[in-house]
């Protein structure tokens, strides 16, 4: 299993604020999901990114891969209440078909 | 809407116990996956099935076994379970082919085992 980590573990920001969660290994991967998973709910694909160096936006999200498809990083801008949840980075390696998870970043975003 | 469900949201079993969560995709999804969720560790997989009759270990298999004999429907057993495996299950599907694994999920079963 390849090891992704995440970063911070935790995060608790004001409505408005700006935040960003970062995903890394030592591993190269096919391709990068991120999920975000409300509180007694399954998680839930926001994207997937395939190229290194790709950036895709989703309304206030934006989502980076990185160069060498090593790492990732998820960028909220002006934060609400509504994104509160955990979100998930979890990469499909280049040797087979599994997905590896982080242990996830619990975001809180205060009204 | 596409959808995963789980047989149980909530379930209380005693140690020892045969254990049995259900899960069924309406996706006509090839693949199948049984993860478990615990604080801090993420979502660890346990089994997984790319078809009918298969099953793949994943990276925590001892103490679980599973079932596919239809294509929509993939069973968890916890032939005797025990206080450890006390956690949030979680049932995922997703196709085969260039769709990157992008998985479903479903919402969960939180076993507590005493």
């Known amino acids: 299993t390849q090891l992704l980590e995440q970063s911070p573990q935790f995060l608790s920001i004001q409505e408005g604020e700006n935040l960003t969660v970062y995903c890394n290994s030592s591993?190269?991967?096919?391709?990068l999901q991120w999920y975000r998973q409300e509180p007694g709910e399954g998680p839930v694909l926001l994207v997937t990114?395939?190229?290194?160096?790709e950036v895709k936006k989703l309304k206030r999200l934006t989502f980076q891969f990185g160069d060498a498809r090593k790492d990732s990083s998820l960028h909220i801008t002006a934060a609400q209440p509504g994104d509160t949840g955990l979100y998930l980075c979890?990469?499909?390696?280049?040797?087979?078909?599994?997905?590896?998870f982080g242990a996830g970043t619990t975001v809180t975003v205060r009204a | 809407d596409v959808k995963v469900t789980q047989s149980s949201r909530y379930l209380v079993k005693r140690t020892g116990e045969k254990v049995f969560l259900e899960c069924v995709q309406d996706?006509?999804?090839?693949?199948m996956f049984w993860y478990r969720q615990d604080p801090g560790l993420g979502l660890r997989l346990i089994y997984f099935s790319y078809d009918v009759k298969m099953k793949e270990k994943g990276d925590i298999p001892e103490g679980y076994s599973v079932s596919r004999e239809k294509k929509e429907r993939f069973s968890l057993i916890l032939e005797s379970a025990s206080t450890n495996q006390t956690s949030m299950y979680l049932c995922?599907?997703?196709?085969?082919?260039?769709?990157?694994?992008?998985?479903?999920f479903g919402p969960g079963t939180r076993l507590t085992v005493l």
């Open positions: 996706m006509d999804h090839e693949n």
């Open positions: 990114v395939v190229t290194g160096g």
């Open positions: 591993s190269v991967f096919s391709s």
């Open positions: 979890a990469g499909v390696g280049s040797n087979d078909y599994k997905l590896s």
């Open positions: 995922a599907s997703s196709f085969t082919g260039e769709h990157y694994n992008e998985q479903f």
